[in-house]
Each structure stands twice: as structure tokens, then as C-alpha cells.
């Protein structure tokens, strides 16, 4: 059963920043999908994730926050109109449509924003339900970048550049 219609995606707000951050120190533990050394601390990650470049949104199912992404420019200047994004779900509750939810929102909040597309720079080949939702959101796989990322259980891995326009 999924959550869609339970859920409810909002600006955050820094009452939100320790379930945020509960959220990514659980994500980059693992050291399979994102860059970011699993021990890096609160402080960085929340600097980072909820920095004043970022546009940064919560999903919560029933008041609780389940997820939380952010978008800003990919580029400076004469590349800020295409958005890079980054999502994370909460740990146990992979497959209920909260990943989803929030890359839709993105999309038409990318639009919303001003936006005339979403790239990301660094999709890891492994992370299969990322890249298979992404693909399902219409984005293209445009790039394959060798070696890309260090991943924590099987070493130096390909990563993808995804593209689609708003």
C-alpha cells in the first residue's frame, strides 16, 4: 500500500532539521548511493542539505517526516536554468510511493521555479530503484561517467548524468 495519499511534500523549515538529518545519517551510512562519507557529521550534511543555494522540502505521511529533498542550480550564472536535485527517503519505507511523490513535486516545482530542466550529475549504476524511478519520471539517461563514485561494498562504480526537461 502506498502513501500518495496520505502525504503532503512543504518547504522545510529548521524545526525540521533533526529528522533530517536523522534521514541522511541513515542514507550515507550505508555508502552505496550517495558521495558523502558515511561519518560525515550533522553539521555538514545539514549546511549542505538545507544550505541557503538549496530549495528544501519534507515529505511528511501523517506529520512525520518520511523524506526530504532539495533543488538549486546546477550551474551559476549562464547554467541556472536547469535544476540538480537531491532526494532521500527514509530508511523502511522503500516502495511506498514517497520517491515518487517527491520527484513529481520537483518537477513542477522545478517549473514552478523557474526552471527549464532537472539534471543530476551523479546517479550511481548500482542504485537500480533510483534509476529505474527516474527513468519512469521521464528523466534520460545522457552520460556514463567510469569510476565515479567509491562505493563502500563493491569499490569504484559507474555513476550516471540524468537529464529531462520541465
Known sequence: MGYTNMLEIRKAVPSDYNDIWDI???VIAT???YVFAPDSSKEKMLAFWCG???HTYVALV???IAGTF???DNQPDLGAHIANAGYMTAPGIFGKGVGRAMGEFSITEASRLGYN???FNIV???NERAVMLWKSLGFEIIGEIPDAFNH???GLTNAYIMYRKV
Do not use: P
Open 124 to 126: 550511481v549504476k548500482s
Open 70 to 72: 532539495f533543488m538549486k
Open 117 to 119: 530542466a532537472m539534471q
Open 52 to 54: 541557503a543555494d538549496k
Open 62 to 64: 501523517d506529520d512525520k
Open 152 to 154: 563502500r561494498q563493491d
Open 31 to 33: 555508502g552505496d548511493t
Open 24 to 26: 541522511i545519517r541513515q
